[in-house]
């Protein structure tokens, strides 16, 4: 396992009155690109935990991890923005079964990188921010587990590993996927479409964003759904379950409007995929 940080050459940019009128006057920008390695071992997981900016991953037919990472920093002064290259740290880990890139900030609450709250973060500087814009092509089957809280959406395609996807305040896309597992967005909308239909568990939120999700044809599945402020529609036929609510006829179209979780079977059943939203509509559609 191989473990480093990533150091970079940067130009400031610190010119012109627009720049003299904003908070943050100072501004860093730079580019860097890698290409780090799985280990030997079968599985394989590529793990981005980032806090201000976006995350593209993109599955193809290679052994490597190609990775392109923007960073942007702004600062109120020269002293800042120094503070921040010390303070903010992207560190980079391969030659392992996972393949992991982590924004290291002292405003998380907890920098242990190991730790299952890597994601809290509490902003504890108000005088530089620091964005990260990752770019990545990963191995189709690599398993995914990516984080962003601030500043950028998710979008991921064309993947066949699992996935684990959360984002706080931006939207979550996924397209062409072929895996199961979970995605989060809190205040954002979601989007997913499947190449192939997930063959374990997997489920689907949003507090704030509409859910829209597209399975192959012959999908079959046990749902659960909730929604508060939106309605949840369905492309198959869904029955209702009597352990939550009374059976009904297979039913396609609107299927309930009540902000408790609700439960339908689709063809004979199967893995059990749970749509949780809040003010948000849900629509489980049938891929074109």
């Given at each position: 396992m191989k473990k480093s940080q990533l150091a970079l050459a940067i130009v400031l940019v610190c010119t012109g009155s627009a720049l003299a009128q904003s908070r943050f006057g100072f501004q860093q920008q730079d580019t860097v690109?890698?290409?780090?390695?799985?280990s030997s071992g079968v599985a394989r997981?590529?793990?981005v935990d980032n806090i201000d900016g976006s995350i593209r991953v993109t599955g193809y037919d290679g052994a490597n991890v190609e990775v392109s990472v923007n960073r942007a920093i702004r600062a109120e002064s020269p002293e800042r923005l120094e503070a921040a290259k010390r303070d903010v740290q992207l560190e980079i880990t391969d030659s392992a079964d996972i393949v992991r890139l982590y924004v290291n900030h002292p405003g998380r609450c907890n920098r242990d990188r190991n730790s299952d709250d890597s994601s809290c973060f509490s902003?504890?500087?108000?005088?530089?921010?620091?964005?990260?814009?990752?770019?990545?092509?990963?191995?189709?089957d690599?398993?995914?587990r990516l984080?962003?809280?601030n500043g950028g959406d998710i979008n991921v395609q064309n993947v066949a590993g699992d996935f684990d996807v959360d984002n706080i305040n931006g939207s979550v896309e996924m397209l062409e996927m072929s895996g199961s597992g979970k995605a989060h967005a809190l205040n954002g909308r979601m989007k997913v479409t499947?190449?192939?239909?997930p063959r374990n568990a997997s489920s689907f939120s949003s507090l704030n964003g509409s859910i829209d999700v597209a399975f192959q044809p012959g999908l079959s599945a046990d749902l659960r759904f909730k929604t508060f402020n939106g309605?949840?529609?369905?492309?198959?036929?869904?029955?209702a379950q009597p352990a939550d609510f009374a059976a009904g006829p297979a039913r396609v179209g609107q299927i309930f409007q009540k902000n408790q979780f609700q439960s339908g079977r689709v063809g004979r059943g199967g893995p059990e995929l749970?749509?949780?939203g809040f003010n948000g509509t849900i629509r489980i559609t049938q891929a074109r």
């Amino acid at each position: 396992m191989k473990k480093s940080q990533l150091a970079l050459a940067i130009v400031l940019v610190c010119t012109g009155s627009a720049l003299a009128q904003s908070r943050f006057g100072f501004q860093q920008q730079d580019t860097v690109r890698r290409t780090l390695q799985f280990s030997s071992g079968v599985a394989r997981t590529l793990e981005v935990d980032n806090i201000d900016g976006s995350i593209r991953v993109t599955g193809y037919d290679g052994a490597n991890v190609e990775v392109s990472v923007n960073r942007a920093i702004r600062a109120e002064s020269p002293e800042r923005l120094e503070a921040a290259k010390r303070d903010v740290q992207l560190e980079i880990t391969d030659s392992a079964d996972i393949v992991r890139l982590y924004v290291n900030h002292p405003g998380r609450c907890n920098r242990d990188r190991n730790s299952d709250d890597s994601s809290c973060f509490s902003s504890t500087n108000e005088s530089y921010r620091v964005n990260f814009d990752f770019d990545i092509r990963v191995p189709r089957d690599a398993a995914i587990r990516l984080r962003t809280i601030n500043g950028g959406d998710i979008n991921v395609q064309n993947v066949a590993g699992d996935f684990d996807v959360d984002n706080i305040n931006g939207s979550v896309e996924m397209l062409e996927m072929s895996g199961s597992g979970k995605a989060h967005a809190l205040n954002g909308r979601m989007k997913v479409t499947f190449a192939s239909n997930p063959r374990n568990a997997s489920s689907f939120s949003s507090l704030n964003g509409s859910i829209d999700v597209a399975f192959q044809p012959g999908l079959s599945a046990d749902l659960r759904f909730k929604t508060f402020n939106g309605s949840v529609f369905s492309d198959f036929p869904v029955e209702a379950q009597p352990a939550d609510f009374a059976a009904g006829p297979a039913r396609v179209g609107q299927i309930f409007q009540k902000n408790q979780f609700q439960s339908g079977r689709v063809g004979r059943g199967g893995p059990e995929l749970t749509f949780d939203g809040f003010n948000g509509t849900i629509r489980i559609t049938q891929a074109r």
